[in-house]
């Protein structure tokens, strides 16, 4: 398939970073924690997070803003003067902030037991860089590797952290990782990233893809995602994250970019010693308002994968915006 410059990313979560050559983004400050107050009202084992969210220029409240644990379990949306007050267990470990049209926020783990974290969520306007949550799991313990990631552009959070883009791991039974670094399990390895712009991919007039209608899109999840041969837990990780960004429009075109295209156009991925099973599937998300469209969207054919042995498992995704109707 060859490059169509059909679609640019407009959406991306803003961290306190630079994100290219002509937008810079490192004075911007995306969260303020105001203070941490110990409270016995509060149950041992949670914490509550509360505040406001502005625009970035601080001049407006924006209401309707979604606040999330990263499971997506709980959620809430910010008030009319752009206030919200939730109760977390202390094991989340990342608060999500997200609104349609500006950049995703994520507030990384710093929560204490028992305490009310009062703090100022500042949201920019979306701008044209990548990558939404890729996550890579690793099963077939106990087993010992390395990773070494490489993404098209810049990291801006890894978790558990790692500015080089190396993690030394070991596999648990659960399902779980083990960082061999700071000697702490994690479900497993979380990055994002900015990068060049992505475009969807067509050939002639034909485009590989799915449009859904997405209100349809928890079922369309669920039957794909099996069919390129996530789990069930990943599938149900998958979903949690992607489902509510999908049903912001009612429509939606969505292309899956697997193994060597991911390799190509998002993040090379070197693992010591190589899995006998290794998949990467990484989404594009073009939310629409119509499914009125001159391309031919066919359905592409899917391989599923036969796991065995050591497997690596990754998914991401970007949210994409049309430059030009799609009819």
């Not at 110990?38 to 509550?48: Q, Y």
């Not at 313990?141 to 790692?162: C, D, I, M, Q, V």
């Not at 030394?168 to 061999?180: P, V």
């Not at 700071?182 to 449009?211: C, M, R, V």
Request: aromatic fraction near 14%.
């Amino acid at each position: 398939m060859k490059k169509f410059n059909l679609i640019s990313v407009l959406m991306f979560f803003a961290l306190s970073t630079s994100f290219g050559k002509s937008i810079d983004l490192a004075a911007l400050q995306t969260y303020r924690i105001n203070s941490e107050v110990f409270s016995i009202h509060i149950p041992k084992g949670h914490f509550v997070l509360k505040g406001h969210i502005y625009d970035q220029n601080r001049t407006k409240n924006l209401t309707g803003a979604i606040i999330s644990n990263q499971s997506q379990t709980i959620t809430d949306s910010s008030k009319l003067n752009g206030s919200f007050q939730m109760l977390f267990p202390l094991s989340d470990t990342l608060i999500y902030c997200f609104k349609s049209g500006y950049n995703e926020v994520v507030i990384p783990s710093q929560f204490k037991d028992q305490h009310v974290i009062d703090v100022d969520i500042y949201l920019s306007d979306a701008i044209p860089s990548v990558c939404f949550k890729p996550v890579i799991y690793g099963y077939n313990a106990p087993h010992e590797f390395s990773l070494n990631l490489n993404p098209r552009g810049k990291f801006t959070y890894t978790y558990p952290e790692s500015g080089s883009g190396i993690w030394n791991l070991r596999t648990n039974e659960d399902g779980t990782l083990f960082n061999l670094n700071d000697q702490k399990n994690y479900p497993y390895i979380f990055w994002e990233g900015d990068a060049t712009i992505h475009t969807i991919y067509q050939s002639e007039n034909t485009l590989e893809g799915f449009l859904i209608k997405t209100d349809t899109c928890i079922s369309f999840l669920e039957n794909t995602l099996i069919a390129y041969g996530l789990n069930e837990k990943e599938s149900t990780d998958f979903i949690i994250f992607w489902g509510p960004r999908m049903t912001e429009s009612p429509y939606a075109l969505v292309q899956f970019l697997v193994n060597a295209d991911y390799e190509k156009y998002i993040a090379s991925l070197t693992i010591n010693p190589q899995p006998e099973t290794l998949l990467r599937l990484y989404m594009y998300l073009v939310p629409l308002q119509t499914d009125e469209t001159t391309l031919n969207v066919v359905t592409p054919q899917i391989d599923q994968i036969s796991r065995k042995g050591f497997t690596v498992i990754e998914w991401g995704g970007s949210v994409l915006q049309p430059d030009l109707k799609l009819n």
